[in-house]
C-alpha cells in the first residue's frame, strides 16, 4: 500500500486527466506475462535485479510501482555494442487487476543498445496498467527506447519515463500509443552531462472513445545539451488528446538547444486535443523553439489531392498517413514500422478489430 | 484527330468569394486539342476562374453553368470532375507532406479505374521527358520543391492522367525560362498527341512561345470582355490591359 493520496484533476499535472474516474480499489493486484526476444549475445545484458531501483516516486502509482513491480533491468558493460534490439512485450488478458512493470536500462560508458518495450492486452481486459521505465545513459552511451502502446481499448495506462544522459550521451526516446481506454505518459529527460542530447518523437492515435495523455519534460541541466522533441498525434469519433510538455533551461544550461514540436489532427468534429506548451528558461545565450498547432486536415492539401480525382475518403487518408510518416520514418528501421502503419491505416479506415 | 471530341462550355459564370462579387460573367467554349488564353490584369478575377471550374471550398458560384460533354460539373464534387476530365494546373501547388507521387497517382488513377501496373514507369518516362528529376519522384509531393520543380511535376502528372481539358492557372508564375519552356512545350505537345483542350490563365504572354493559343479572350472586373484570335496577345504586349480595363 502507499501513503500518498490518488490525485485529482485540480494538480495542474493531471488537468483534463480522468484520473477522477478511477476507483483503484477495485483492482486487486495483477501480473503481466512478459516475453523477452534477445540474441544470445544480449541475453547475459538482461536481469529481473530489483537492487536497480533508485528514484524517489512522485506519486501514487510510482510509489506502488517500485513496491509490487515486474523488474527487467537491462545493463550494458562498457564499450559494449548489443548488436540486435532487445524486444520485451508484456501482456495482460485479466480484468480488475493492477499490474506494474519496472524497466531499468543501465547503459555504462561509449555502450549501445535499442530496446523496443510492447504493451498488449485483450480487448475486454478492464485492468490498469502503471509502467515505469527508467534510463541512464552514462558518458558517450548511445540508447534507443520504443514504448509501444498496442492495449484493448479498455485498458487503462499510467505510464512513467525518465531518461537521464551524462555526458555527450544520446538518448532516442520513442512512443506510439494506438491502443488503452484512457492511456496516459509522463516523458522526461534530463541532460546532466554536457553535450548529451536527447531526442523525444511519439505518434498518437485514438478513436471512439480512447484518450491518449502525454506530459513531457525536456529538462537541461548541464551547458551544450540538445533536445528535440516531436509528439504527432490524431483523434477520431469521440476521442479526446492531451499534450503538455515544459522545457526547462537550468542556470548552468549554457549554449544549450531545445526543440519541441507538438501537431495534433482532429479529424472528426466529436474529437478534442489540447495542446500546451511551456518554456521556462533561466539562462540566456541558449536557442529554444516550440510550435503546436490543434486543428482538422488542412484544406489545400484534402482540395489538392482531390482535384487529381482522388476520392475524399483515400485523400483523408493520405495526407493522414503522410502526417504520421515523419514520425514513422524515424523509427529505427525495424520489421515492426511496417506493421504499425497498417494499424494506423486500418484505424482510420474505421475497420475495428 | 478530331474523333473524340471533348467540350467544355462555360455559360454566364459568376462566382462569389467572401462578400465579394469577383466573375461577373465568364461564357466560354473550350473544345479538344484547342488552346484558349484568358489573359487579364491583377485582380480580374483569373484565378478565381479556374478555383471555381475545379470547385474549391470558399468559391460560391451564384450564376451560370460549367458543362463538360452535357455533364453538369458544378453539381459534382470537385474529385469527380477531374475523373470527368478536367485537370487543375495549380498556381501554387500544395505541398503535401508525407504523400509520394506515386501513391497519389495511384489513387487517382483507381478513381478512374485505370491499370496502374504500369505507372512506375510511366512516372518515369513522363519525367524524364521534361527533365523532372526522377529522385523526386520518391519524395512528398512539392515539399521543398523550387518553383520550377513544382510545375514540372504538376506537368508530370498532368501527362499521366491524361484529362481531356487542362486550366493552366498562371502556370509561368515562380519558375525559370527552362522550366517554363519545358512545361509549356509538354503541353503543346499534349494537344496533338492526347487532342488536350486547354484553357491557359496567365498575365503575360510568354509562354505563348512553345504553347500557341487558338484564342486569347481579356478578362477583366470579371467579364471577358473581348476574344479574339492569337494577335490580341501580341497588341496585349505592346499596348497593356488598359485600354480594356474601362469597359
Known amino acids: 500500500m502507499s501513503t500518498l493520496a490518488l490525485p485529482t484533476v485540480d494538480e495542474e499535472i493531471w488537468r483534463y486527466s480522468r484520473i477522477g474516474e478511477?476507483?483503484?480499489?477495485?483492482?486487486?493486484?495483477?501480473?503481466?506475462?512478459?516475453?523477452?526476444?534477445?540474441s544470445s549475445a544480449a541475453q547475459q545484458s538482461v536481469s529481473s535485479s530489483t537492487s536497480v531501483l533508485a528514484r524517489e516516486a512522485t506519486d501514487i502509482f510510482?510509489?506502488?510501482?517500485a513496491q509490487h513491480a515486474q523488474v527487467t533491468a537491462i545493463t550494458t558493460a562498457k564499450n559494449q555494442v548489443v548488436a540486435e534490439p532487445i524486444v520485451i512485450t508484456h501482456s495482460l488478458d485479466e480484468s480488475g487487476v493492477v499490474a506494474y512493470s519496472r524497466l531499468v536500462?543501465?547503459?555504462?560508458?561509449?555502450?549501445?543498445?535499442?530496446?523496443?518495450?510492447?504493451?498488449?492486452?485483450?480487448?475486454?481486459?478492464?485492468?490498469?496498467?502503471?509502467?515505469?521505465?527508467?534510463?541512464?545513459?552514462?558518458?558517450?552511451?548511445?540508447?534507443?527506447?520504443?514504448?509501444?502502446?498496442?492495449?484493448?481499448a479498455s485498458t487503462w495506462q499510467i505510464g512513467y519515463q525518465q531518461a537521464v544522459g551524462q555526458r555527450d550521451s544520446t538518448m532516442q526516446m520513442y512512443t506510439v500509443a494506438l491502443g488503452g481506454d484512457y492511456a496516459r505518459m509522463r516523458a522526461e529527460v534530463r541532460l546532466e552531462g554536457q553535450g548529451?542530447?536527447?531526442?523525444?518523437?511519439?505518434?498518437?492515435?485514438?478513436?471512439?472513445?480512447?484518450?491518449?495523455?502525454?506530459?513531457?519534460?525536456?529538462?537541461?541541466?548541464?551547458?551544450?545539451?540538445?533536445?528535440?522533441?516531436?509528439?504527432?498525434?490524431?483523434?477520431?469519433?469521440?476521442?479526446?488528446?492531451?499534450?503538455?510538455?515544459?522545457?526547462?533551461?537550468r542556470e548552468n544550461a549554457t549554449k544549450s538547444e531545445a526543440f519541441q514540436t507538438n501537431r495534433n489532427l482532429t479529424l472528426s468534429n466529436g474529437a478534442w486535443a489540447e495542446s500546451v506548451p511551456n518554456l521556462e528558461i533561466e539562462t540566456?545565450?541558449?536557442?529554444?523553439?516550440?510550435?503546436?498547432?490543434?486543428?482538422?486536415?488542412?484544406?489545400?492539401?484534402?482540395?489538392?489531392?482531390?482535384?487529381?480525382?482522388?476520392?475524399?475518403?483515400?485523400?483523408?487518408?493520405?495526407?493522414?498517413?503522410?502526417?504520421?510518416?515523419?514520425?514513422l520514418n524515424r523509427l529505427p528501421a525495424l520489421p515492426f514500422v511496417g506493421v504499425l502503419r497498417e494499424r494506423v491505416s486500418t484505424k482510420l479506415l474505421g475497420t475495428k478489430s | 484527330m478530331a474523333k473524340n471530341t471533348t467540350t467544355l462550355e462555360i455559360k454566364n459564370l459568376a462566382v462569389s468569394v467572401g462578400s465579394s462579387q469577383i466573375l461577373n460573367d465568364v461564357t466560354l467554349t473550350i473544345k479538344s486539342g484547342e488552346v484558349h488564353a484568358v489573359m487579364g490584369p491583377n485582380g480580374a478575377g483569373k484565378s478565381t476562374l479556374s478555383a471555381a471550374l475545379m470547385g474549391k471550398p470558399g468559391y460560391?458560384?451564384?450564376?451560370?453553368?460549367?458543362?463538360?460533354?452535357?455533364?453538369?460539373?458544378?453539381?459534382?464534387?470537385?474529385?469527380q470532375r477531374a475523373t470527368a476530365g478536367l485537370h487543375l494546373i495549380m498556381q501554387y501547388p500544395t505541398e503535401i507532406p508525407g504523400v509520394m507521387l506515386q501513391d497519389a497517382m495511384s489513387a487517382a488513377l483507381d478513381a478512374r479505374e485505370r491499370d496502374t501496373s504500369n505507372l512506375r514507369s510511366l512516372i518515369a518516362t513522363e519525367a524524364k521527358r521534361i527533365s523532372f528529376d526522377t529522385e523526386l519522384v520518391d519524395r512528398a509531393v512539392n515539399v521543398d520543391f523550387s518553383g520550377g520543380e513544382k510545375k514540372r511535376?504538376?506537368?508530370?502528372?498532368?501527362?499521366?492522367?491524361?484529362?481531356?481539358?487542362?486550366?493552366?492557372?498562371?502556370?509561368?508564375?515562380?519558375?525559370?525560362?527552362?522550366?517554363?519552356?519545358?512545361?509549356?512545350?509538354?503541353?503543346?505537345?499534349?494537344?496533338?498527341?492526347?487532342?488536350?483542350?486547354v484553357l491557359v490563365i496567365t498575365h503575360y504572354s510568354r509562354l505563348f512561345e512553345q504553347l500557341k493559343p487558338d484564342f486569347v479572350h481579356i478578362l477583366t472586373n470579371g467579364r471577358i470582355v473581348k476574344s479574339a484570335g492569337p494577335e490580341l496577345a501580341d497588341e496585349l504586349e505592346v499596348t497593356g490591359y488598359a485600354a480594356y480595363s474601362d469597359k
Open chain 1, 22 to 38: 478511477l476507483d483503484l480499489a477495485s483492482f486487486k493486484p495483477g501480473k503481466l506475462s512478459t516475453k523477452i526476444d534477445a
Open chain 1, 62 to 65: 510510482e510509489d506502488l510501482n
Open chain 1, 105 to 152: 536500462v543501465e547503459a555504462n560508458e561509449n555502450s549501445e543498445v535499442t530496446i523496443v518495450e510492447r504493451f498488449v492486452s485483450s480487448k475486454n481486459a478492464k485492468s490498469l496498467i502503471v509502467p515505469v521505465v527508467d534510463v541512464r545513459a552514462a558518458q558517450s552511451a548511445r540508447v534507443t527506447y520504443v514504448a509501444i502502446n498496442e492495449l484493448g
Open chain 1, 196 to 249: 548529451a542530447s536527447a531526442q523525444q518523437v511519439a505518434l498518437y492515435f485514438a478513436d471512439e472513445d480512447q484518450m491518449h495523455d502525454f506530459r513531457t519534460l525536456q529538462d537541461h541541466a548541464a551547458p551544450r545539451t540538445h533536445s528535440n522533441l516531436l509528439f504527432k498525434g490524431a483523434v477520431k469519433d469521440s476521442a479526446k488528446s492531451v499534450y503538455t510538455g515544459l522545457i526547462r533551461i
Open chain 1, 284 to 327: 540566456n545565450d541558449v536557442k529554444c523553439s516550440h510550435a503546436s498547432t490543434v486543428g482538422p486536415i488542412d484544406e489545400e492539401q484534402r482540395f489538392y489531392l482531390e482535384s487529381r480525382g482522388i476520392r475524399p475518403e483515400i485523400a483523408e487518408r493520405l495526407v493522414v498517413l503522410g502526417f504520421f510518416d515523419e514520425v
Open chain 2, 60 to 79: 460560391v458560384v451564384t450564376g451560370g453553368s460549367v458543362k463538360l460533354d452535357g455533364i453538369d460539373m458544378l453539381a459534382l464534387p470537385t474529385w
Open chain 2, 153 to 197: 511535376n504538376e506537368t508530370v502528372q498532368l501527362a499521366v492522367l491524361q484529362p481531356k481539358i487542362a486550366i493552366l492557372d498562371e502556370l509561368d508564375s515562380g519558375l525559370d525560362i527552362d522550366a517554363l519552356r519545358d512545361c509549356a512545350q509538354r503541353v503543346e505537345d499534349a494537344t496533338r498527341e492526347m487532342n488536350l483542350g
